[in-house]
């Protein structure tokens, strides 16, 4: 990690945002002296001021502004963010870092969303969306390197909006599975 603790938090974000979920979990993961996992490895229970006393010294051992990947598994590896005041609209839009698998439940003003997917990377992703009655979302299924990419919700094939990264589906409240399969030519 090139920069401080603090600015740990606008990296991430940033490369979320510019789609580059992989560098960002591979930043959260390490094990470096200017990582997270370091923090552990030094004895601490909660998050440091600095990455280690070699880089400050005089650092004390409580600073929640380094507990970075705390909201941005949610945030950023999830994407799971508010559209509109008090979660009236959420987004989900899970960007993966190569993970194959993840579970999350994320507690709103609302109610929980609580999202789980499976992937091969390569042939298919499987995403399961439970969203709070009182709620819509906005899900984005990512695609990846899913040759001729297929949506199907609930298991029946639909026509989905996309770009070259995501389908886009627009939800009310409720549970829903959506999948990205590989289709044929």
């Given at each position: 990690?090139?920069?401080?603790?603090?600015?740990?938090?606008?990296?991430?974000?940033?490369?979320?945002?510019?789609?580059?979920?992989?560098?960002?979990?591979?930043?959260?993961?390490?094990?470096?002296?200017?990582?997270?996992?370091?923090?552990?490895?030094?004895?601490?229970?909660?998050?440091?001021?600095?990455w280690d006393a070699k880089f400050k010294p005089n650092?004390?051992?409580?600073?929640?502004?380094?507990?970075?990947?705390?909201?941005?598994?949610?945030?950023?590896?999830?994407?799971?963010?508010?559209?509109?005041?008090?979660?009236?609209?959420?987004?989900?839009?899970?960007q993966t870092g190569g993970l194959t698998s993840s579970?999350?439940?994320?507690?709103?003003?609302?109610?929980?969303?609580?999202?789980?997917?499976?992937?091969?990377?390569?042939?298919?992703?499987?995403?399961?969306?439970?969203?709070?009655?009182?709620?819509?979302?906005?899900?984005y299924i990512p695609v990846r390197n899913i040759s001729?990419?297929?949506?199907?919700?609930?298991?029946?094939?639909?026509?989905?909006?996309?770009?070259?990264?995501?389908?886009?589906?627009?939800?009310?409240?409720?549970?829903?599975?959506?999948?990205?399969?590989?289709?044929?030519?």
């Amino acid at each position: 990690m090139a920069c401080s603790v603090y600015a740990a938090q606008f990296l991430l974000e940033s490369l979320y945002e510019a789609g580059e979920d992989k560098a960002a979990l591979d930043l959260m993961c390490a094990t470096s002296d200017r990582s997270w996992w370091n923090m552990i490895r030094s004895g601490s229970t909660i998050t440091l001021e600095a990455w280690d006393a070699k880089f400050k010294p005089n650092l004390d051992w409580n600073h929640a502004w380094g507990a970075v990947p705390a909201n941005m598994v949610t945030r950023g590896l999830w994407g799971i963010v508010p559209l509109s005041p008090g979660f009236a609209v959420a987004q989900i839009k899970p960007q993966t870092g190569g993970l194959t698998s993840s579970k999350i439940k994320a507690p709103t003003i609302r109610g929980s969303i609580n999202c789980e997917f499976s992937t091969d990377n390569t042939t298919q992703f499987d995403l399961q969306v439970s969203v709070p009655s009182n709620m819509k979302a906005v899900v984005y299924i990512p695609v990846r390197n899913i040759s001729n990419p297929v949506l199907l919700v609930d298991g029946k094939s639909v026509k989905g909006k996309r770009n070259d990264k995501f389908f886009i589906a627009e939800t009310g409240g409720g549970k829903f599975h959506f999948s990205v399969r590989q289709g044929t030519k």
